[in-house]
């Protein structure tokens, strides 16, 4: 409902003998509107007392009988909502107004206008936007930053959650712009958003503003060179395009990605922001699609869109380059595991079981990952997501048809297990049960049976019991932390450091001579 004038406020202060600029300055209302209810009142002869014990709405209607029926014939917004939704990032009262219109044409209702929508949400005064019109060229300049405002990734498996950082660029002219989800806001990341970007767009700019971030620009005197990061004017000059870090501190001169990270807010983070991600992939899509969206919305002060402005613009762009720049990261001296596989940012690729034991280059791409040894490339493989962990990657051709080593043997790992218990075979069997293949289990399967070592065959076995209630696949770390806490000092019983098989190491009296040694 549109903002209503306080009837019974207004009364009830004019019978304290409160001024009118009095009430108008304390209660924040238009002397007009006061002087209005004043004048009905007297018109009428209504006082405070006839309608002290009404309702606000009540005392409204009976002093504007003509505006309250038609306000009522709209389906009332919940302003009480509108309030609360308000907190959250990049929402609006428009884009509230719009899920309000959608909500009304479900029900078969009647939506009220923005203006009435906004006047209704008392108590709060929407900022307007800056209205300084700046002359850009088409296919002149682009314009790059990070997002302050971000999303989330839930960890399907755990439940952690994570940052997903935004990386926006505009062309000034169409205002046409690109948004791509991040896991981080690292110099490759950097280097990739703005690879993309120039694909997105068709072309490059010339000029390409971006901010002073340390991952692009080492230093920006006021007076002397700018020195850009070697990658980053790597990448300028293959594109050819000019890198411009705006001016310290002044955000104008890159007002239009300044004003689209704000649009951004509402247009993806808000409109996204009851959906939980699970998958970076899927993430990626949904940002995808409502960028799209935003880009083909139609302008409101001026003709056609985003999208449209920029099919005439990319006719000025300098066309991409042959290749795309190519963002490498090398990792060096990776050893080679006895099950053949390398690590890599907690995940395993597959080698060649020649290699075992032998140190490795790896050569990390967007997509892929190449395994090199002695400048010769041994492997290829395509990367996981930086979001996923400990997962493999195998081949079959890189393993052996056997192992030499005796306890590289997924039966002795059983029949051990069976020594120590039935739930201890049970997290043995599961384990195996995760992989493609059993020689990819057993460094996680050993690491579980050594615990033994450490402790006792009855303390893992009770540990594995626990563990099994709340994981389905339990693996070392849980099952150290369950051995560990049950080991504290503070345990009653408990020796802090039990030998194999849970029997002491203290040796007996006729060690020493008692018994029938003794004398």
């Known amino acids: 409902m549109a903002q209503k004038i306080s009837v019974k406020l207004i009364l009830r202060e004019k019978e304290r003998n409160v001024s009118q600029n009095a009430i108008a300055r304390a209660h924040h209302i238009s002397k007009k509107s006061i002087v209005d209810v004043l004048r009905i009142a007297k018109e009428q002869g209504i006082a405070y007392a006839d309608v002290a014990d009404l309702t606000d709405d009540e005392a409204y209607r009976r002093f504007y009988p003509d505006k309250f029926a038609n306000e009522i014939i709209y389906l009332q917004p919940d302003y009480e909502f509108v309030h ?11 884009l509230l107004w719009q899920e309000y219109q959608q909500s009304c ?80 806001m690292k110099e490759l990341s950097w280097l990739r958003c703005n690879v993309h970007m120039f694909s997105f767009f068709g072309g490059v700019p010339r000029r390409t503003v971006c901010d002073n971030l340390k991952t692009g620009v ?47 807010a509402t247009a993806v983070i808000a409109k996204l922001r009851n959906e939980t991600f699970f998958d970076f992939s899927e993430l990626k899509k949904a940002v995808r699609k409502a960028v799209d ?27 991409l380059p042959a290749i795309p720049y190519e963002v490498v990261q090398w990792l060096y001296d990776r050893k080679v595991y006895p099950n053949c596989h390398i690590s890599v940012f907690k995940n395993y ?43 493999y990657d195998t081949r079959r051709e890189d393993m052996p048809a056997y192992f030499n080593q005796p306890e590289m043997n997924g039966d002795r790992m059983c029949r051990w297990a069976d020594k120590i218990g039935k739930n201890t075979r049970k997290v043995v069997d599961r384990i195996f049960e995760s992989v493609q293949i059993e020689e990819q289990a057993y460094n996680s399967v050993l690491s579980v049976l050594k615990l033994e070592k450490a402790y006792s065959r009855e303390a893992l076995e009770e540990a594995c019991r626990k563990a099994l209630e709340s994981v389905h696949s339990p693996r070392y ?14 345990s009653i019983g408990l020796p802090t450091n039990p030998a194999k098989g849970g029997k002491g190491m203290l040796r007996g009296a006729d060690y020493y001579g008692g018994g029938s040694h003794a004398e």
């Open 218 to 264: 080492i230093s920006h005197p006021r007076v002397g060179e700018i020195v850009l990061n070697e990658e980053y004017a790597a990448l300028a000059e293959h594109y050819v395009t000019a890198i411009l870090p705006a001016p310290v501190r002044k955000p104008k001169r890159k007002a239009s990605v300044e004003g689209t990270v704000g649009k951004i």
């Open 105 to 184: 044409r479900a029900v078969g209702k009647l939506a009220c206008g923005y203006t009435k929508f906004c006047s209704g949400y008392d108590g709060y005064v929407t900022r307007n936007e800056l209205t300084n019109h700046l002359e850009h060229k088409p296919g002149e300049t682009c314009e790059v930053d990070w997002s302050g405002k971000t999303m989330r990734l839930v960890d399907n498996a755990t439940g952690e959650v994570s940052k997903v950082f935004l990386f926006v660029a505009t062309l000034p002219y169409s205002q046409y712009s690109y948004v791509e989800p991040c896991l981080d």
């Open 293 to 319: 969206e935003f880009n083909k919305e139609p302008f409101q002060k001026r003709p056609g869109s985003r999208y449209e402005v920029w099919q005439e613009e990319k006719k000025f762009l300098e066309p």
């Open 84 to 94: 609360e939704e308000l907190k959250r990032v990049g929402v609006t009262l428009k």
């Open 349 to 391: 690729y597959s080698v060649p079981y020649a290699y075992v034991g032998r140190k490795v280059d790896v050569k990390l791409l967007e997509g892929t990952l190449e395994i090199y040894c002695q400048g010769q490339c041994i492997s290829r493989h395509r990367r996981f997501p930086d979001c996923i962990q400990y997962h």
């Open 477 to 490: 770390r849980s099952l150290k932390a369950i051995l560990a806490q049950a080991a504290k000092p503070d």
